[in-house]
């Protein structure tokens, strides 16, 4: 099959033949049909880690490149034995963050926490910057149904991130304020699923004052501009004071540092985002107000289930898409780096 490589950091990917996946016993093999762009293919593609005073850390040239995505729709071309109840041709979701079904992680459906050295597709298997990718169970396939695969294709990444995060500030009041730092693919995900789940008070924080009518579109209750420069107390005026949940789906030295600064007493922080750099915390003021920080990565195949069902039953606003062709897979990293993109860019597949 065909598959774009990122052979050296920031370079453009190359389109050449690899092995076809294969099925194994209880999976499946996927025709790509559409796969979304991710900030987390950026950061692959670059190979640059910002680990603060640890030091910008750069990933060796792959010696065996990847083909990188990891929102897919596509549909099923071949199956193992041991699979029931599936059918050739049926259109599905993929959950590319499948572990080693082993650990206690993927024991108790973490696969995202799953302690082996990764498998996922876009990470450790060719993903969806390929014709075809392979699941290792058929479980990993969620159908498609009646879903536009170019606006289900995020449910995969941004939709199962933003659910697994969500999570971890439940249970919470319908009218409590919760604070959405960043308004790009994710951030509009994210608001989009808090609306879809009945929340009625989403205040999103985005540096670009443009995103305010894709916030206000996909649900947000609020939008507050936060240009380089403003000042927490700038945010806490708007805010009319300290909040109990943020989630931060940019994750930066700058935004770490203001979210704890607008978190209130018995307030959690979730720091969703990639950026990187460091927050430095006074441990003093973390346990007088008896603060959470918490991390989270992707989400785990019941959150692609939760954020699937939402979209079938018509709950979930979809955020703006551009589909683009397969082909031109370069010049939509290129968009996506600049920061120019609203919403999310889906690759299509056509000729090559
Ligand atoms: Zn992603
Ligand atoms: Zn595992």
Sequence with gaps: MKAWLNHDHGEMLRCEDVADPQAGESGLVIRVT??????????????????????????????????????IVGEIIAMGPEVKGRSLGEKVIV?????????????????????????SLGFGNHGGFAEKVAVPHERYAVPLAELSPEHAAPLA??????????????????????????????????????????????????????????????????????????????????????????????NSSVTATMAFELLGKGGRMVQVGLYGGEMKLPLLLLTGGALTVQGSITGTLD?????????????LPPIPVSVVPRADVNDALRRLDAGTVTGRLVLEAGQI
């Design 95 to 119: 959950y590319p963050w499948f572990g080693c079904g082993k650990c206690k992680a993927c024991m108790s459906g973490q696969d995202n926490l799953c302690r082996e050295p990764t498998r």
């Design 157 to 250: 990444c941004a939709g199962l991130t933003v659910r697994c995060a969500i999570r971890k500030l439940e249970p919470f009041d319908a009218d409590q304020p919760i604070v959405l730092i960043g308004a790009g693919g994710v951030g509009l995900t994210a608001i989009s699923v808090l609306h879809a789940l009945g929340h009625r008070n989403i205040i999103s924080l985005d540096r670009d004052a443009g995103r305010g009518a894709a916030a206000r579109a996909a649900g947000a209750s609020h939008f507050i501009a936060t240009p380089e420069g403003i000042t927490t107390a700038d945010v806490l005026h708007r805010l009319e004071g300290k909040v109990d949940a943020i989630l931060d789906f940019v």
């Design 303 to 315: 959150d692609l289930r939760d954020v699937v069902t939402l979209a079938r039953d018509g709950k």
């Design 34 to 71: 559409h796969c979304g762009l991710c900030h987390s293919d950026l950061h692959r593609w670059h190979g640059i880690s910002d680990l603060g005073s640890r030091g910008v850390v750069r990933r060796p040239r792959p010696e065996h490149p990847i083909a990188m995505g990891h929102e």
